[in-house]
């Protein structure tokens, strides 16, 4: 899908992977859309790529069903869904404070994989009412981790969640073929955002020993550059694409 003059929207776009993916967008030509929490930097982003900010709480289903609608219609469309927002919490199936707590559990599963299909299914909807461009009429992007592959300790629900994005994939793809939309998912490593901003490089350095190459922490661009090469490719489709310089995660 060519970029130029398309409607885009980033969930998380106003940081990290997901701001710089907005950017990358927006450089392009495509025209758009930041959704992220009130509080964030999301109305600064989108002034400096002229685009538009719209707040959301994903985990507020119904809440994040008006924000998205507001933005579509803000923007006039919807062809490129980025969705980047999302994190976890470290607990052990059993430790010694217990069992894992149950309702946190939940809390990750809703943050990362039921607030992504969630947004998905009305992602969707909007761009099943395009003229298709070559059969084409959507592209959704969703992030998964390493961690749905190699979870470490205590990342049980972080690594459950993820591992639902990487696993459906192909059964969304299979499901919206028939429509002209893409659903593609991006398995990053330990990558430089806001969550890992305070690390000095004596922390770094055995998080990342075991990349192939490089080894250090991935940029942000480096998501945008393989989010956006999804689009413009319509043979990606249905898959998860690890972004990990070859790295393998260790148990700890």
């Given at each position: 899908m060519?970029?130029?003059g398309k409607?885009?929207?980033?969930?998380g776009g106003?940081?990290?992977?997901?701001?710089?993916?907005?950017?990358?967008?927006?450089?392009?030509?495509?025209q758009?859309a930041?959704?992220?929490?009130?509080?964030?930097?999301?109305?600064?982003?989108?002034t400096?790529i002229?685009?538009?900010?719209?707040p959301?709480?994903?985990?507020?289903?119904d809440?994040?069903?008006?924000?998205l609608?507001a933005?579509?219609s803000?923007?006039?469309?919807?062809?490129?869904?980025?969705?980047?927002?999302?994190?976890?919490?470290?607990?052990?199936?059993?430790?010694?404070?217990?069992?894992?707590?149950?309702?946190?559990?939940?809390?990750?599963?809703?943050?990362?994989?039921?607030?992504?299909f969630n947004?998905n299914r009305?992602q969707?909807?909007?761009?099943?009412?395009?003229?298709?461009?070559d059969?084409?009429?959507?592209?959704?992007?969703?992030?998964?981790?390493l961690?749905a592959?190699?979870?470490?300790?205590?990342?049980?629900?972080?690594a459950?969640?993820?591992?639902?994005?990487?696993?459906?994939?192909?059964?969304?793809?299979?499901?919206?073929?028939?429509?002209?939309?893409?659903?593609?998912a991006?398995?990053?490593?330990l990558?430089?955002?806001?969550?890992?901003a305070?690390?000095?490089?004596?922390?770094v350095t055995?998080?990342?020993?075991d990349?192939?190459?490089?080894?250090?922490?991935?940029?942000?661009?480096e998501?945008?550059?393989l989010a956006?090469?999804?689009?413009?490719?319509?043979?990606?489709?249905?898959?998860?694409?690890?972004l990990?310089?070859?790295?393998?995660?260790?148990?700890?």
């Open positions: 060519d970029i130029e409607k885009a929207i980033v969930v106003a940081s990290g992977m997901g701001r710089a993916t907005a950017e990358a967008l927006a450089r392009g030509g495509a758009v930041i959704l992220d929490r009130e509080s964030s930097d999301g109305k600064e982003v989108a400096g002229r685009g538009v900010f719209t959301v709480d994903i985990t507020d289903f809440a994040a069903e008006e924000s609608s933005a579509v803000e923007i006039g469309g919807l062809h490129i869904a980025i969705n980047t927002a999302g994190g976890g919490r470290v607990a052990k199936t059993f430790g010694r404070s217990g069992p894992h707590d149950l309702d946190l559990f939940r809390q990750v599963v809703d943050l990362n994989l039921v607030a992504t947004l009305l969707a909807m909007h761009m099943s009412a395009n003229d298709p461009e059969d084409e009429r959507g592209v959704i992007v969703n992030t998964s981790s961690a592959f190699e979870g470490q300790i205590g990342q049980v629900a972080y459950a969640s993820k591992a639902g994005i990487a696993g459906s994939a192909l059964v969304m793809a299979r499901d919206l073929g028939p429509l002209g939309i893409r659903v593609v991006i398995a990053p490593s990558f430089s955002t806001g969550a890992t305070s690390f000095t490089e004596e922390q055995p998080l990342v020993k990349a192939a190459f490089p080894k250090r922490m991935g940029r942000p661009a998501y945008a550059k956006l090469a999804i689009v413009d490719n319509p043979m990606l489709n249905g898959q998860c694409l690890r990990d310089a070859g790295q393998r995660f260790g148990p700890r």
